[in-house]
């Protein structure tokens, strides 16, 4: 009986580490050579890493630590058991950095898909969403600094006196920016489905730092210019249906009140689900099942939406010249 049981324990201990090990190369990129990975992010021999990948040894809690971290996968993923029942959440959590730091980390974060796939590759995008999206915000320097300031306004301990005036961007989210717009084009396939407000909603924003006297009349005026660029961006890509003749635009009006902002990012057989605490801060879950569930739920939005890209010209048009009344009256409070 314990001969047996030993056994049992032998084979447990075998499957577990086949499945740790299986878990571990599925997280690899594709494009990337996982011996030579694990190699170097590990500081382990070749014949050690094959060791791993073949189950004879285990990976050691420090080296899956260090995958994880890297990777961006939970721990529990690689152990627990029952999968398909279980939901992962990966979000932005640190109480070390400053608020800079962790708003050019979500920013990168946000992108993350982009800068993750090979250039061949194509990225669909399926969002919902009630508010101007971070990645027509980046486009234009004023908006992507009013996003910065509102967040340290909010997370600063001396927030209150805290002017737009006083803003100084981050080196690195400069140099991120221009990475986003380099990389912009590998959004493909894109659908949108609009909330009816959800420009209105960034100009409230605007208008309450305003009416604090935290913007001045001449910063307004700045930030106004990039939000009628901005509206003629989203116009323009309406009427021809592409951003710069590769990536493909479908917007969509919703016919229904939109109370939160999620989106589907698919490339390379991997998909993931985003839901956006605000426009910026991502939860995301890989979770397969749910990633679907979710992407059946956003298909179905269309049905109660009216597509405006390339098609429905009048509604279109009346639709962009209330963003631009809106715009025109943002100093009106």
Avoid at 96 to 103: A, G, K, V, W
Avoid at 235 to 264: C, M, P, R, W
Avoid at 268 to 286: G, V
Wanted: proline share 2%; hydrophobic share 40%; glycine share 0%.
């Amino acid at each position: 009986m314990e001969y047996k049981t030993e056994y049992i324990e032998l084979i447990f201990m075998d499957n577990l580490r086949s499945t740790i090990a299986a878990k571990i190369l599925s997280k690899i990129p594709p494009q990337v050579k996982p011996i030579d990975y694990l190699m170097r992010s590990l500081d382990i021999s070749r014949e050690s890493v094959y060791r791993r990948i073949r189950g004879d040894i285990s990976f050691t809690l420090e080296e899956m630590v260090i995958l994880s971290i890297d990777l961006g996968f939970s721990i529990d993923e690689l152990t627990l058991k029952d999968m398909h029942s279980r939901m992962f959440f990966d979000v932005h959590v640190s109480h070390d950095q400053n608020p800079s730091d962790i708003y050019v980390s979500m920013i990168e974060q946000y992108f993350q898909s982009i800068f993750d796939a090979p250039h061949e590759k194509e990225i669909e995008t399926i969002m919902i969403t009630n508010h101007v999206p971070c990645r027509f915000i980046v486009f234009f320097n004023h908006l992507l600094k009013f996003t910065y300031y509102r967040w340290m306004h909010q997370h600063l301990e001396s927030s209150l006196k805290y002017c737009y005036s006083d803003v100084v961007m981050p080196e690195k989210l400069i140099y991120l920016q221009q990475k986003i717009i380099h990389n912009f084009k590998k959004f493909r396939n894109n659908t949108l489905i609009l909330d009816s407000n959800f420009f209105q909603n960034l100009i409230l924003e605007i208008q309450y730092y305003y009416k604090r006297k935290l913007i001045n009349d001449n910063e307004l005026a700045l930030i106004k210019e990039d939000l009628l660029k901005l509206i003629n961006m989203i116009e323009s890509i309406a009427q021809n249906g592409y951003f710069d003749y590769e990536s493909k635009y479908d917007f969509y009006l919703s016919s229904l009140h939109v109370e939160s902002t999620s989106q589907i990012i698919r490339y390379d057989n991997q998909m993931k689900l985003r839901f956006h605490i605000n426009s910026t801060e991502p939860i995301t879950i890989t979770n397969v099942n749910l990633c679907i569930m979710h992407k059946k739920w956003l298909d179905s939005m269309r049905k109660y939406s009216t597509l405006i890209s390339q098609s429905n010209e009048i509604l279109q048009a009346k639709y962009f010249f209330k963003q631009r009344s809106l715009i025109e009256k943002i100093s009106e409070i």
